[in-house]
């Protein structure tokens, strides 16, 4: 299944850290993380892959050429 988009409260929104705390919440719904391309230059796609990792999930990497 697909993860709904993250909002959040408008006093919190410009805070990086906010925004992971809550991709981390929805990753531990998740079985899989898909990436996008050129996820390497996003310093939170990598640490959502490591976590991944980490816990067994599948990581599907896309096709770069």
Known sequence: I???????PKK?????????RKAIAMMMEATH???LPGWK???GARIEVLL???LKMTVVYPQEN
């Open 52 to 54: 991944a990792k980490v």
């Open 41 to 43: 230059k996003s310093k």
């Open 33 to 35: 993380v898909v990436l």
């Open 2 to 8: 697909m993860l709904k988009e993250i909002y959040l």
């Open 12 to 20: 919190q929104e410009n805070k990086w850290e906010n925004w992971m």
